[in-house]
């Protein structure tokens, strides 16, 4: 009798002989692609930290490299829109360096398979919702991003242009606003999740009667729970082998003020939201059109939004409540 291959098992396959490098293991979404990856049971996979290899010195980028089959290109400096209002260059140096001679070093290495892992800031301030990946050019992005995303949308450029000149088969992914556990908390790094939660559960325990938030609370975001995204990463590896870019999101669109009212309720804070109209909104709306992942590849979002910032906001108070106690 002969026996059928399983899509599973297909899937498997494609790990079992390779060697993996995802740089930015130990972030945000590289902790929780580490532990998908794992359960593939690669023949290796490396997580190179950054006080070992900085990849914004090409000697480094060529020595993480060598040997690999797969490299999956997660690490960035990354930050909400106070971090980008206050570092632009250097958020635009950092991350077109670590991309370009990332992508560079694995052609030369002859990696078979590069991940670039991109962002929803390199869309245009002005893009037609939802966001289609043939938009991506139509132009300029929102100034507060712009440095950040243009230097990760060159990745696009580049693989495309590697895979024209040298058959180099390099993917892009365009990930959505991202949350979930592990996110930064730090104020001064953090994206607009976990900035409201600890926002309101600081000001629920103090007893305010009001919190302060950024902007008019018009604005609109997509979320995408990080375990989705980590799923999405992974299937695209397997399965995606085209210079397109494919948008990674939920296609669910949300207001801030929304957002923030959920928030409130799911910390227990009784106060008032006042809306701080001095500070900037960032893009005015955000939603993805993420018909391309479902049809490529598969990929299809599937944590629901509360539940998924009810698990953010416990592990959040986890978090806290261990770091009180170390103390």
């Known amino acids: 009798m002969i026996k059928r291959e399983t899509k599973k098992e297909g899937k498997e396959k494609f790990w079992q002989d390779k060697r993996v490098l995802v740089t930015g293991g130990s972030g945000f979404v590289g902790q929780h692609l580490i532990e998908q990856l794992k359960e593939k049971k690669p023949k290796e996979l490396l997580m190179p930290s950054h006080s070992e290899y900085d990849l914004r010195r090409i000697e480094a980028c060529a020595e993480v490299v060598r040997g690999k089959d797969v490299v999956i290109h997660l690490a960035a400096n990354v930050g909400g829109i106070g971090y980008n209002r206050g570092f632009p ?16 070093e694995a052609r030369k290495a002859g990696v078979e398979k590069f991940v670039a892992i991109g ?10 919702i939802p966001f289609k990946e043939k938009d991506l050019w139509q132009g300029y992005p929102e100034e507060t991003n712009a440095p950040y995303g243009l230097a990760k949308k060159m990745q696009l450029v580049q693989a495309q242009a590697y895979r024209q000149q040298y058959g180099f088969n390099a993917i892009y992914l365009l990930p959505v606003n991202l949350y979930g556990p592990g996110d930064k908390f ?3 790094q953090s994206h607009v999740i976990p900035a409201l939660i600890k926002k309101a559960v600081e000001a629920r325990e103090r007893g305010d009667k009001f919190l302060v938030v950024w902007g008019s609370g018009q604005a609109t975001r997509e979320f995408l729970y990080v375990e989705d995204c980590a799923r999405a990463i992974v299937l695209a590896t ?16 949300t207001s801030i003020k929304d957002l923030a009212e959920l928030i409130k309720e799911l910390v227990g804070y009784q106060g008032k939201i006042v809306w701080d109209k001095t500070k900037p ?11 391309r992942a479902e049809k490529e590849f598969g990929f299809r979002a599937t944590t629901d939004f509360r539940q998924g910032l009810q698990k953010t906001i416990e592990w959040y108070l986890k978090e806290r409540k261990e770091e009180d106690l170390s103390v």
Do not use: H, W
């Open 89 to 104: 260059g250097t958020l635009f140096y950092d991350n077109i360096l670590m991309s370009v001679q990332m992508m560079e």
């Open 238 to 253: 397997e399965k995606y082998n085209q210079p397109d870019p494919v948008n990674i999101g939920s296609g669910m669109e």
């Open 119 to 128: 962002t929803v800031c390199a869309y245009p301030k002005l893009t037609p």
């Open 186 to 188: 730090d104020p001064t």
């Open 281 to 291: 909104d960032g893009q005015p709306r955000r939603c993805l059109d993420t018909s």
